[in-house]
């Protein structure tokens, strides 16, 4: 069956690229991916599968059953959104949106979503169960998880396999990861309320501008000498907005960040442990305070089972050589979490690195690229893990 799906995934290829290249010339940004939508479910009704559009605002559903009876479902979920990011590759192909571009390889992902689909829909009398592929909007803004789950997207499934470009990674290799594959991230609001006076007359105010620059170093130094060194904790603060004028001691200050962690108990404890540390600078120079913690996604804990066969399916696809387990997770957040709390699942990583470039540009960088080859690597890992999936059943 392996020899197979390569052979499909191979003749799909031409098409597959031109798929790509439509998708990252017409980026749309999270929320408002309507003519990608209307496009994957083109593609997908093409293919035989049962659509439906709307899911999720605009995510799409395809639906692709077997011979089988069995209610359960593997999903397999890609998203589809872009970044406002001004796209300066100089690809033919490059983003004709102004100030949007297809920066974190979702493109990608939704031609390997569309391509797994058009796979597995000429051999779905050899699946064992019915497979319902999630393209999801509004990743980039952590929101489109959570829509596609509130439209019942979940019902049934039984696992949930996914996917991300990774330009460290060769094009031609994948890398696995065990456990946590990337951080839980929320959303911080700190508001520091003094007292306005004369500039030249600080002591009859209470500077807040100068407190929150103790709030911002307090936080900081406390990560190193009060949390677990094991258990990494990353918080960031990237806007402040406070003051009136140059001569006006500040009255009010507001900073605004996120906070990254990998550990569930650690997770818990920050919004208190923060506003500690708050509070503790705050009434040490007579000011008053608000902390506002909104928890965002939780932590991708990739499931060990789903894990083992994502990484037997790449190293029968495509050789031990290469597959890379991957020793460390990323900091970085990913909704598909979202996904994991209604079954177990597991995301890999897709290389998409040029082997002869010196440089290849990171995520979300303006001149970020993809050796396009990975898309067959991608195809067949998804592929082959689904078909290998319900044959365990």
Request: glycine share 8%; proline share 5%; charged share 20%.
């Amino acid at each position: 069956m392996l020899t197979r799906i390569k052979d499909i995934a191979t003749n799909l290829a031409p098409r597959l690229v031109e798929i790509r290249r439509h998708i990252h010339s017409h980026p749309e940004l999270s929320g408002q991916e309507y003519q990608t939508a209307a496009f994957v479910a083109g593609v997908l009704s093409s293919s035989g599968l049962h659509v439906e559009e709307g899911v999720g605002k605009t995510g799409v559903i395809g639906e692709l059953h077997s011979t089988h009876q069995d209610e359960k479902v593997l999903a397999i979920r890609t998203d589809m959104d872009a970044l406002p990011i001004q796209e300066r590759s100089g690809l033919e192909y490059a983003s004709r949106m102004e100030g949007v571009m297809h920066a974190c390889g979702h493109d990608v992902h939704t031609t390997v979503g569309l391509g797994t689909a058009m796979v597995l829909s000429q051999i779905a009398d050899e699946l064992g169960g019915k497979i319902r592929f999630l393209f999801q909007p509004a990743e980039e803004i952590a929101q489109g998880a959570s829509w596609m789950v509130k439209d019942g997207v979940m019902n049934n499934v039984s696992a949930i396999l996914g996917i991300h470009v990774f330009p460290s990674i060769p094009a031609g290799s994948v890398g696995i990861r065990y456990g946590a594959l990337t951080a839980a991230a929320d959303d911080l609001e700190i508001i520091i309320l003094g007292e306005s006076g004369h500039g030249a007359r600080p002591h009859e105010a209470i500077d807040a501008i100068w407190i929150a620059s103790q709030v911002i170093t307090a936080l900081q130094q406390a990560i190193s000498r009060t949390q677990n060194p094991l258990r990494p904790v990353v918080l960031s603060i990237g806007q402040i907005n406070g003051g009136r004028a140059p001569n006006v001691i500040a009255d009010k200050v507001q900073l605004l960040g996120t906070v990254r962690s990998l550990h569930p108990e650690t997770r818990a404890q920050l919004p208190h442990w923060i506003e500690n540390i708050v509070a503790n600078v705050c009434n040490s120079y007579g000011a008053k305070y608000q902390v506002n913690y909104r928890q965002g996604v939780p932590s991708v804990q990739n499931d060990y089972g789903l894990t083992q066969l994502l990484q037997s399916s790449a190293e029968e696809a495509w050789s031990s050589d290469r597959v890379q387990v991957l020793p460390e997770p990323s900091l970085g957040a990913e909704d598909f979490s979202v996904y994991l709390e209604h079954a177990p699942g597991s995301m890999f990583r897709l290389g998409v690195g040029y082997k002869d470039r010196i440089i290849n540009h990171p995520l979300h960088h303006p001149q970020f690229e993809v050796d396009e080859s990975a898309i067959i690597t991608g195809v067949v890992t998804l592929a082959y893990a689904a078909y290998k999936y319900w044959q365990s059943k």
